[in-house]
């Protein structure tokens, strides 16, 4: 372990050095640590050819490495001291790696953050020892990480051996996990070039990683593993960067909790929990989401592959007419496309294949091609050529153990055709399975594409990949993150009620209900609006106004007087504390959809706007969709089409169709509004926004600010 690396980075990234290194102080090495055997295995699995001193208070050799009692009396340039001492003597060790010239150090020690309070306080002073010493730290309580195609790790994450070709990178912030992935991995013959397990992210984090890996040529795809984004700003430039470059992330969030502080009485804050805002922020920024550890690896593994899909559509062949009917019924559920072959593709192939086959998409091609395995060559270009078709799915069996049934003359077919098309092609197991050294010779043999294992995470992963590939093209906008200092700012205006809400919205194009405020019994006598009218109660205090009996409905404008001092004597004696401005008197409306528009300030990644049926309805039923501010008219018609009801809006049993672009303009007025109350606003909300045909009107209006605290 004594030669240097080379660095083929045509670019070097500021943490190279860190994630790239050519020498390893292990501080805390001793023949009796389990951990160094760990460590000191993986770098003999590896091959690293670096430079490795073992650091311990003796200075006494380690398992084969010479040993000094202090990062200073190394003598030479290290690049990383990989710390694992007892947790009192992390800063001290720190301390020794600075005076000896190291400026970055990956620290294995736990009992920090994960631990509690006490530990948050522990961690908090390394961060500050770190920055005083001008150093980059990793973790800590992280197993580290392994630069898998620069063959140089500074980890106990076991290696899996042997090496594949490196095409995806684990990034996890679960150590076990992340070497769970690794094997995982490794077992669909996915090659790794980075497995890093980012511990507690004291200073740098997952998006830190991400960014190095944006610019490394091994990695073709990165699967994140996550239970938060500590750094919502770095990891959303970390991803902007990978969708320039064309690089997938693909993530599996776990922990989908509700935001800790909710606005008790805003509708929108309860029903944006920060799993949905997460949703529309990997949305807005081109990130795939997925649910489960199998999906991330073979989903990164397909992207890794084909690169972006041309067009969405997956064209399937198979010789099992049972495969082609589990493509057919899991496509929708899995998010994939299989479009029917135009009629010219459809023409072609009825001439290629047996009278009693079928030549729809699935294509079943049947024995036919065991008796004539030269047909699959003959089929292939002709499903690939056809338009909508952006990926090429063959079901066939490949040999997994030696000795095993397979068809030599259709992969040699197989892997022929695929060299002659220029769409991207997979072979597809129907179930999933290990993988093996037999597997990865007949790829090799034959010249097969990418193997992915179980019909239904294929669908899945092809679905992912259309939706990812179609996104890259459209406009990147960027988020309204939150800044520091962004509380000192100062609303304006005030909107300490709901009708001037109303007004404000009025003001940036929204149509809204008209309204005359009663502040005594005369107002009420001479309104001049259209009977029957509502009346609601006036308070900066009171938001929900039924809760208090603080609204009257279809009151005749002869009576309003007497409903306006009823409706008084009620709010004071359910909230005699409460301050009231008047009672606002609106004409009556009825029929229509309402809906509800709310924009939340999530406390991590900005304004969010939330779109559902209103009224009560959408605390019943959560029929909502969520995105992050700003948005288009375009994305705000493909909110709405994902709401559940929205056949009430498309004229459903003779009711009034929706202008939808109409109410799509509405809808951005009312987010680019909530955006020019500036940062100090934590929510607005419109509800209902009333849908009658081509009609739209704001009902009600409420803002609510941030507090100061």
Known sequence: MNATIANNHTREHPLTKLFRPRSIALVGATEKSAWTGFIVQNLRDFAFEGYVAAVNRGGVDVMGLTGYRTCRDIGREIDVAFIFVPQAAVIEALEDAAAAGIRNAAILTSGYAEIGEQGVKLQQQLLEKARELGMNIWGPNSLGYNNVSARAPVSSIPAVLPLLPPCIAIVSQSGATASELHEFAHSQNIGTSFVAATGNEAQLSLADVIDYLVDDPDTRAIAVFAESIRNPDAFARAAQRCRQQRKPIVMLKIGRSQLAGEVAMAHTGSLAGDDKVFDAVCERLGVIRVHCVEDLIITA???????????PGLGFISISGGACTLVADGAEAGGASVPAFPAETTDVLKTLIAEFASSMNPLDVTGAAVRDPALLERLIPVAASAPGIGIIGINIGIPIVEGAVSLPAGLAAIGRAVSTIDKPAIMVLTTVKTLTDVTRRAIAQYGLPHVVCGIDPMLRAVGKAAWWSQRLDSPS?????????????????ALTHERAVLDFLAGHGVPVIPAKIIRCGTDAQSLGLSDPLVLKILSPDIAHKTEVGG???????????????????????????????????????????????????????????????????VELLADVAIATLPVDRAQVRDLLGRLRGRQLLEGFRNSAATDLDRLAAVIVSIGDAALALGPTLDSLEVNPLLVRGNEIEALDGLVIWRSKA
Do not use: C
């Not at 593994?301 to 067009?311: K, M």
């Not at 939150?482 to 304006?492: H, I, S």
């Not at 409903?563 to 009672?583: C, F, M, N, Q, W």
């Open 301 to 311: 593994g397909l992207l890794a592959a084909t690169g972006p899909l041309p067009a």
């Open 551 to 617: 609204v009257r409905l279809n009151v005749a404008a002869a009576d309003a007087p007497r409903a306006y001092d009823e409706l008084l004597s009620t709010v004071k004696s359910h909230r005699p504390d409460a301050r009231i401005d008047g009672v606002i008197a609106s004409p009556m409306r009825h029929g229509g959809v309402e809906l509800l528009v709310g924009v939340r300030r999530d406390p991590a990644w900005g304004p969010t706007i939330t779109i559902g049926f209103g009224g009560v309805l």
């Open 477 to 493: 906008r960027p988020l309204h993150l939150p800044k520091y200092g962004d509380r000192d700012a100062q609303p304006v205006p």
